[in-house]
């Protein structure tokens, strides 16, 4: 069966931290440029973080930047983002995707082509 699953989440203070981890089956997580989105409640589905194909690219979401680090582990075929310093803005289900492209410090869109649907998401709760 060809899916991706996020795992990880979980209720946090703020000022915490969490790895969200992508584990893909079916496919090959190198074998695409991948992305992190969140969606929160009513609100659009919007994109986090972005890792080029070669994992030599990385975007970020201004309000992530320099506090979420998206990795991936070719071995294990698992997409992660690390998460430093969590705001309560950051409270939102994670889901990762295929992206169109990763490059010039830009990320593509969705990646429709991609075998695997959204995954079921990982919640993410900051508290105060």
């Known amino acids: 069966q060809v899916q991706v699953v996020e795992s990880g989440g979980g209720l946090v203070q703020a000022g915490g931290s969490l790895r969200l981890s992508c584990t893909a089956s079916g496919l090959r997580l190198d074998d695409y440029a991948m992305g992190w989105f969140r969606q929160a409640p009513g609100e659009e589905r919007e994109g986090v973080s972005c890792?080029?194909?070669?994992?030599?690219?990385?975007w970020y979401a201004s309000s992530v930047k320099g506090r979420f680090t998206i990795s991936r582990d070719n071995a294990k075929n698992t997409l992660y983002l690390e998460m430093n310093n969590l705001k309560l803005e950051d409270t939102a289900m994670y889901y990762c995707a295929a992206v169109t492209h990763v490059r010039y410090g830009q990320c593509g869109s969705r990646y429709l082509d991609f075998p695997a649907d959204w995954g079921q998401g990982t919640q993410v709760t900051v508290t105060s």
């Open positions: 890792l080029s194909w070669r994992g030599d690219e990385t």
